[in-house]
């Protein structure tokens, strides 16, 4: 089993940063891949980024150049760096990680972009 466990959302205004972190414990070892999604009410779940063990990262058109992921591994800690924060970044933020053939969820953190 893993555990997730996320904290650094808040409200931020339009153009702002926020820093997202995702401590991971647990059977931590051979995690394959880490990344975040997002949630708007009303519609799917959404995946932002992802990192590989590897070392390959993804991010979807909209974050890319203002959103960044990486890894503490001394700290097993997930960051998701969001800078020049937009309204339409409001979501609830997924930690996911996974291992083998599983797919472990943190509990979501609420970020909030308003003016």
């Known amino acids: 089993q893993v555990q997730l466990v996320e904290s650094g959302g808040g409200l931020v205004q339009p153009g702002g940063s926020l820093r997202l972190s995702c401590v991971a414990s647990?059977?931590?070892?051979?995690?394959?891949?880490m990344g975040w999604y997002r949630q708007v009410p009303g519609k799917q779940r959404e995946l932002v980024t992802w990192?590989?063990?590897?070392?390959?990262?993804m991010y979807i058109d909209s974050v890319k150049g203002r959103f960044t992921i990486s890894r503490d591994n001394s700290k097993n800690t997930l960051y998701l760096q969001m800078n020049s924060l937009k309204p339409e970044d409001t979501a609830v933020y997924y930690c996911?990680?996974?291992?083998?053939?599983?797919?472990?969820w943190g509990q979501g953190t609420q970020v909030t972009v308003s003016s």
């Open positions: 990192a590989t063990n590897g070392g390959s990262t």
């Open positions: 996911y990680a996974v291992r083998g053939s599983n797919t472990y």
């Open positions: 647990g059977n931590i070892f051979s995690i394959s891949v």
